[in-house]
């Protein structure tokens, strides 16, 4: 079946490094929706992109969607501690399924 | 609003027992799905519902039974528990349309042993 592949499943950066997952699908997506799911909590709505090649800012956290609209990435500047968590990409595909990505763990080293 | 509401938090199961998993949410809307999240791994989609008296399967819907009465109410039902079912058990709520955002409750745990 359709699969959005997310990398990396876990990065380990020291606070005040930046972080970038990346989420890549095979076909077209018409939007896609991330989300951040803190240690023992329930995934909260992030942010939606919807057009090809648009890219939005929330504070320290900018968000792409590519040209084709095949893959997206989110970029956070100088992690914080409150950054800690694992962020989900979600696709939704031309049959108006969302498709999850497997999630990257954001660690911050101590 | 509270949003959407899962009863219990926790919950350990003998193997061969039956639950039912509550989902409850206020916002009124049609879509609901349940999704499962093992330990250090992503969602994966159980069954969903597009409204009351519809329901359809997920990735995963093997071992489980859903119902969609009412809107509010979208319960999960689990038949002969496995070991397999150990997992987090997220359910979610949308307002129909493909451009909107999933709000989830705060997920049941469930131990089988």
């Known amino acids: 079946g359709q699969q959005v592949m997310q990398i990396p499943q876990y990065q380990h950066v020291q606070e005040g490094e930046d972080f970038t997952t990346y989420c890549n699908s095979s076909?077209?997506?018409?939007?896609i929706q991330w989300y951040k799911q803190r240690p023992g909590g329930h995934p909260v709505f992030l942010i939606q992109?919807?057009?090809s090649g648009e890219v939005k800012k929330q504070k320290r956290l900018t968000f792409q969607f590519g040209e084709a609209k095949k893959n997206s990435s989110l970029h956070i500047t100088a992690t914080q501690t409150t950054d800690v968590g694992t962020y989900f990409c979600?696709?939704?595909?031309?049959?108006?399924?969302?498709?999850w990505g497997a999630g990257t763990k954001l660690i911050i080293k101590p | 609003n509270a949003g959407v509401t899962q009863t219990p938090k926790f919950r350990i199961l003998k193997i061969g027992q039956s639950m039912t998993l509550q989902c409850t949410q206020d916002?009124?809307?049609?879509?609901m799905y349940w999704y499962r999240q093992d330990p250090g791994m992503g969602l994966k989609l159980i069954y969903y519902?597009?409204?009351?008296?519809?329901?359809d399967k997920g990735e995963v819907p093997n071992g489980y039974n859903v119902s969609r009465s009412t809107t509010e109410d979208f319960p999960l039902r689990l038949e002969l528990a496995a070991p397999s079912q150990t997992s987090v058990y997220f359910c979610?709520?949308?307002?129909?349309?493909?451009?909107?955002?999933?709000?989830f409750g705060p997920g049941t745990r469930l131990t089988v042993t």
């Open positions: 979600a696709g939704r595909d031309s049959n108006y399924q969302l498709i």
């Open positions: 916002m009124n809307h049609n879509y």
């Open positions: 076909t077209t997506l018409s939007n």
């Open positions: 979610a709520s949308k307002v129909a349309g493909g451009y909107y955002e999933q709000y």
């Open positions: 519902s597009v409204g009351a008296g519809i329901t």
């Open positions: 992109l919807v057009k």
